[in-house]
């Protein structure tokens, strides 16, 4: 089960934008296998090719990472190419100091003030016109209503006596009736058409109020330095950012200061915005930190719903957030003015997004998902801020009143523009801030991703359109990842039944493969589906964010479907690989495929610890997974790595387990090492068990014989290594066979099985016991049957 965080306002994000148009493309399934299995089906050639990672990332997906090495190469060299110069000098008066000493706070506070009362004119005008268009609606339905009574009244003259008074009665209900819900309908479109009215109206009245305060401190830069050849006043155009997100800061942990005195002074009332801008910006001695702090305190604010304050002192309401509680002014308005009074540059962009409610494959016309968002300018680069969609809330209840927790998406606070247009498309396309704009058909075929899949570290290993198509009924999809990380994911049919289930379990295999996270995904049947990968920081995370989603058309099935895949999480390595020093040496791939007597495991080893393992068959008619260990053996195990030796019996999946703890552990538990899938498509009719091994065979190593049955009347030839043994002997039907020392801890022997079936067991007596049978410690057990011959 996923547990899914709810975000509420939040949309969509993506790859990096990929350098030449993104067009579905059928996806080539794998054909079918010799025998004609359609186990086949689960292996393209293709699963293996890892050869576009060509660097590993660091562990830690921190924003010190560039992720160039996750783009399309074409991107790559537009964006390694050499910064340009900026093209706007900086300003004179920069940091709190430098607005202080020019006496920028006092000059604001009067500019406030007749801003204030333009707002309170302003209100009273638009209160009056609303009182006005609701009139005239009154006064255009009572007359509409007046002259259906005439009509009404007219047509009663054709009318007998007897049947006047109930046709009347009836005819006045249906005529009250109608013009009840004709001034609803009519109350409904003239409120939008007024609440509009008033939006704009403020709007405009915002971004004058805005432009006149960058021109009040554009008076005192030049008051400053009469030379200055850039001041607050001069806007500067829209271009790309001049280096990216990661090149200002590396962590968000740079602003912790900033951002507890933010979200402390939320909790405070200001009667000036001029006093809370300048409260904010105190510490701050850049246009970084000023941006910043502003963004922190406006997703803190409780805007949307009422805070403990407001319940307790009702009256007690801030008086500079009145324009958005009451929704004339938005969180992009009131980041705009806040900018304005600290002396940055703000822009409101308007646009399409991918927001909520959007999936792959949808329409974006008219006004269905529009939104807006916010630009803003520090240090002569415009960058991309979205204060709605980093607010997230979390309610919780303190002493029986709504208590709101605030967390915040660090991806929304200076998104880089090649990420940003996966989410968000600009009317203007100067405001992609993209040096090559995307056309807007190439931005709906973009898949849709969410800000986890940034935040995360994680980047597409190819160019995937919105829409993946595959003729075959197999679909994979490959993810970049910074290290291994928790993954769900969800597989929908767009075109579901009600009595259909809602999704589809058992259709997608996962497995990492180096720093890869490989989705195979297997479709029933052909249709449409909607496909969405889920994520968490950590490997056994049960509460895990939405990351992205495509829509997957499968217009043909050639031959049977797939079978479905064993219910595990995920196939590859755990971080208890690196943790422990494990390395898979034979098998990077967790997908094996064995069509020969046996298959070959190796790990290798940095330090002594405890190992153990698990093998199982899934059984795909009844989903039930049983242990099979006598078909996977311990060929060999020392300081330096692990053997393993598996046989499948017959055809299906195999499950093999690789568990590991550290000798120094408290914990007695061992965890989930590794994990493969091994496919079997046509078993060896010969297959047999190995032999069973006992507790004190570790650290010891078996090469013949492999085999856990042994024919009777056969010689057989023991060759083993167990370590600091005295004596080895093979028992068969109570008859000790002694095997011979060579050289190191290697005994071997010829010994004949006789013709009675039964248990051949090996014993070794070791270093500190005696000669006496019942101190003897057994090592392995074999079967020994009769010899079936096949008779021509």
Known sequence: MICVVIDEVTGTATRPLPATPVKPQPIKGPGPSPGGDSLASLTPGNLNDTSAWTTQSSPNASMDQTYENYRPNQYQQQRQQPAKPSPHPKSVLVSYDDFENAGIFDGQLMLEQRHREEEERLLRFLLEEREKELKRLDDAVENEKEKAADDLLSSLENLSINSVPRSLVDERDRIEEHFR??????????????????????????????????????EKDREMDRMCLFDHSMKPPPEPPEGKKSSLYKTPAVFEALDLRAIDLANKDYGTMTDLVRDLTRTCKSELEKARVLFRWVIAKDINKQSVNEIVRPHAIDRLLKGVKSGKETYHQLYKKLCSYAGLHCEI??????????????????????????????????????????????????DNLPQMYHKYDEFYFLTDPEDHIYQHYPDDPYWQLLEIPLPFSEFLNLPV????????????????????????????????????????????????????????????????????????????????????????????????????????????????????????????????????????????????????????????????????????????????????????????????????????????????????????????????????????????????????????????????????????????????????????????????????????CAWEGQINTGPIPGVAKVYARFQGATKDQSIFSQMLDYEIVEDAETEI
């Open 449 to 744: 991703v969410k800000s986890p899949f940034f935040n995360y570290g994680l980047r597409f290993y190819s160019n995937y359109g919105a829409t993946v198509t595959t003729d075959t009924g197999m679909v994979e999809i490959r993810l970049l990842t910074p290290k291994v990380l928790g993954f769900g994911s969800m597989l929908e049919p767009v075109n579901r039944q009600p009595s259909e289930p809602k999704q589809l379990e058992g259709r997608t295999l996962l497995r990492f493969v180096k720093n890869e996270a490989i989705f195979t995904i297997a479709l029933p049947a052909p249709g449409l589906y909607y496909f969405s990968i889920y994520t968490g920081d950590y490997w056994k995370s049960e509460c895990l964010e939405s990351a992205c989603t495509f829509l997957l058309q499968c217009t043909n099935m050639k031959g049977r479907p797939s079978p479905p895949y064993p219910p595990v999480p995920f196939f590859g390595p755990t971080p208890v690989m690196e943790n422990l020093g494990i390395t898979a040496d034979s098998n990077i791939d967790p997908l094996v495929v064995c069509n020969n007597d046996f298959i070959e495991i190796n790990f290798l080893l940095s330090r002594d610890i405890r190992l153990t393992h698990t093998f199982q068959y899934f059984d795909v008619n009844d989903g039930s997974i049983t242990d099979i260990d006598r078909y996977v053996f311990l060929r060999s195990r020392n300081d330096a790595g692990a053997n393993y030796l598996i046989r499948c019996h017959k055809a299906g999946f195999y499950i093999f387990s690789l568990y590991a703890a550290d000798l120094t552990g408290e914990s007695q538990s061992l965890d989930c090492a590794f994990r493969y899938l091994i496919i079997c498509q046509e078993p060896s009719p010969t297959v047999a068990m190995f032999p069973k091994t006992y507790q004190k065979w570790h650290r010891c190593a078996l090469y013949e014989p492999l085999t856990g049955d042994l024919n009777t009347d056969k010689r057989v030839m023991f060759r083993m290594d167990i370590p600091q043994a005295l004596e080895v002997f093979v028992v068969i039907n109570e008859i000790w066979h002694h095997l011979k020392h060579k050289v190191g």
């Open 349 to 398: 962009v308007l646009g399409y997004s991918k927001g909520a409610g959007y999936k792959p494959g949808m329409r974006m016309d008219g006004q269905t998902f529009r939104n807006s968002w916010t630009v803003v300018n520090i240090d002569g680069s415009w960058r991309l801020v979205n204060c709605t969609w980093a607010a997230r809330h979390v309610t919780g209840h303190k």
């Open 181 to 218: 819900n004709l001034k609803e309908e009519r109350l409904k479109s003239v409120t939008e058409k007024i609440a509009t009215e008033e939006k704009t109206r403020n709007g405009k009245m915002i971004d004058r109020h805005c432009q006149e305060m960058m021109m009040l401190i554009g």
